[in-house]
């Protein structure tokens, strides 16, 4: 499986300030995406990370509050815009890979934010 | 539509005694059935995964797995458990192989008493 590192670890940041989460793979993979996870609640998808075109954002999340790059196959940024306490989450990096028979997705380890 | 119950949000049990954590879905395909835990402050870490093979799925740390298509279930099972093993576990279901649209049961927590 592949080994997914994220940048920073934890943050604790100003409500109205933005904060760049960096996600970097091992290996070469088609499928990125971006889940938050806020407190104690499960994971919510926010966006497929195309590589070469734009990001594909699920309902209730825009490119404006959360800009997401794709330059290359093993690398993805996140950036929370304009921050406030709501923001506070667990945001979560993950590549996907088939795997055969099937489709599997493997999780970094997730940077913590704080918005105070 | 798809979607993922977890059945219970807290499950307690001693160290050493089996380990229920209940799941079911709902799917208008067939599902792939995933099993996630996430120790604390620790990213997911995929436990065991069923894809329409074996109806018994095997997984890591000696957890199983068991697809039951009439009661829709995919409850997750231990022998004995041990302290390593508290964290939060989540069933998820994936309809469509090769696609990104995992869909996340709310998580159960695990504590284990010693």
């Known amino acids: 499986s592949a080994v997914i590192s994220q940048k920073p670890s934890r943050d604790i940041c100003q409500r109205g300030t933005s904060l760049t989460i960096q996600c970097q793979v091992d290996?070469?993979?088609?499928?990125m995406f971006w889940y938050r996870q806020q407190p104690g609640q499960s994971l919510t998808l926010i966006a497929t990370?195309?590589?070469?075109?734009?990001?594909?954002?699920e309902s209730g999340f825009v490119i404006d509050k959360f800009p997401i790059s794709r330059p290359n196959l093993t690398f993805s940024t996140l950036t929370v815009s304009n921050m406030s306490p709501e923001d506070s989450s667990i945001y979560l990096c993950?590549?996907?890979?088939?795997?055969?028979?099937?489709?599997?997705?493997?999780f970094g380890p997730g940077t913590r934010l704080t918005v105070t | 539509a798809q979607s993922v119950t977890q059945l219970d949000s807290h499950v307690s049990v001693s160290e050493g005694t089996p380990v229920l954590l209940r799941c079911n879905y709902s799917?208008?395909?067939?599902?792939?059935l995933f099993w996630y835990v996430q120790h604390p402050n620790k990213g997911l870490q995929l436990l065991l995964k069923?894809?329409?093979?074996?109806?018994l799925v095997k997984g890591i740390n000696g957890f199983e797995a068991e697809f039951k298509k009439s009661e829709t279930s995919f409850h997750l099972t231990k022998p004995s458990a041990h302290m390593s093993d508290a964290a939060e576990y989540f069933c998820?279901?994936?309809?469509?192989?090769?696609?990104?649209?995992?869909?996340f049961g709310t998580g159960t927590r695990l504590t284990v008493i010693p």
């Open positions: 993950s590549v996907g890979q088939m795997l055969a028979p099937s489709y599997e997705q493997y």
């Open positions: 290996s070469q993979v088609t499928m």
């Open positions: 990370a195309n590589q070469g075109s734009e990001a594909t954002y």
């Open positions: 799917s208008s395909y067939s599902p792939s």
């Open positions: 069923y894809t329409s093979a074996a109806t």
């Open positions: 998820v279901v994936s309809v469509e192989a090769g696609a990104n649209n995992l869909f």
